[in-house]
């Protein structure tokens, strides 16, 4: 007799968004890690490096709004918004310990506002491939 497959279990969303936010944060790192060389090595001008910081929190959040969202559901507020919001707060919150004397309340808010754009984004691209595929599903 074959044995009856276990549903897996929904993962909750304080889940997701841990998951969400390490995967934000990881990528961030590699990310960061990959332009430092670049500019080491004199293939980027330090110039650009307010751009590619810029480039790095967007591609993060993206991922980071990407994870959290489930697939085939989802509500873009829960799960792009409030994870990008999170994303930002604590990466704007790491660049005011690492400096506190250059605090300044619009960098941080742009940096805040970015985070929530990008996540927002990542989690709208995530629910629609995935409503695709169920239509598709549905449809045969």
Known sequence: MPKKRKKAKPEKFSERLI????????????????F?????????????STWITVAVNIISALICGMVV?????????????????????IIALLSIMVKTEAFSFNASLKIVLISAAGSTIGSIVKLCNSNKKCRKQHRT
């Not at 995967?23 to 961030?28: E, L, Q, T, V």
């Not at 969202?69 to 919001?85: D, E, V, Y």
């Open 19 to 34: 998951t969400g936010l390490g995967a934000g944060f990881i990528s961030a790192a590699v990310l960061l890690a990959v």
């Open 36 to 48: 430092a060389l670049l500019i080491k090595n004199d293939i980027l001008d330090i110039d650009a």
């Open 69 to 89: 969202t489930a697939k085939g559901q989802g509500n873009i507020i829960k799960s792009g918004l409030l994870p990008g919001l999170v994303f930002g707060i």
